[in-house]
């Protein structure tokens, strides 16, 4: 009987364990598996874990769009292309071509979402948490909504002074 007792125990308290795991794994902090090239294998397909906490959103201003417009001409054009329809130079060379990042009615995708993809990656994009810092990953969010609206421009959004010289 003795024998058998530890087992009974290791029994009941693995998924106990387990439990206390999954617990920890949702509190705030870096997430660890940010340099990998994807989600670990209990995170459902096509979503990112969401335990690395955003860093608060910055304040829209010139200033976060131009650090934006520089990191993601250098960290995501080569594949996202600078128009951010998927056939950088990354891609021409041969990589798999990513779907567009602004959509086809103007709008880039959801902010959280882009954010979470820099921060971890997403299926064969591997993430930038190591080398793109949280408010300059929010920048280039903001940066995309600023191209994606570009692209849809139309003179009544220009100043009353590139009006005059676009003509
Ligand atoms: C080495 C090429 C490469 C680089 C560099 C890269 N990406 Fe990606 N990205 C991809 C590919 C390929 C996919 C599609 C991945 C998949 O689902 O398998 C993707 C997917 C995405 C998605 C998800 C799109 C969707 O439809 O849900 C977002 C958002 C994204 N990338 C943003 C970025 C940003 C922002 C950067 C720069 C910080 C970046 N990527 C850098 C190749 C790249």
């Not at 949702?26 to 335990?51: L, M």
Request: aromatic letters at 6%.
């Amino acid at each position: 009987m003795n024998a058998v007792r530890p087992v009974c125990i290791m029994a009941i308290s693995l998924p106990l364990l387990a439990g206390g795991c999954d617990d920890m794994s949702k509190q705030d902090r870096e997430n660890p598996y940010a340099s990998r090239n994807s989600a670990p294998a209990d995170i459902a397909q096509g979503t990112v874990p969401y335990h690395d906490a955003p860093h608060p959103v910055p304040p829209l201003t010139a200033g976060l769009l131009q650090r934006g417009r520089s990191e993601y001409h250098a960290f995501c054009a080569p594949c996202h292309a600078e128009t951010g329809n998927g056939d950088g130079m990354v891609v021409q060379r041969g990589f798999p071509a990513p779907l567009p990042l602004v959509t086809p009615d103007g709008h880039a995708l959801p902010s959280r979402h882009v954010y979470d993809v820099i921060t971890v990656g997403q299926g064969i994009m591997y993430g930038f948490a190591q080398r793109i810092a949280p408010e300059d990953r929010w920048a280039i969010v903001a940066y995309l909504h600023a191209l994606a609206r570009s692209q849809h421009a139309t003179r009544a959004d220009m100043t009353p002074e590139q009006q005059a010289s676009a003509q």
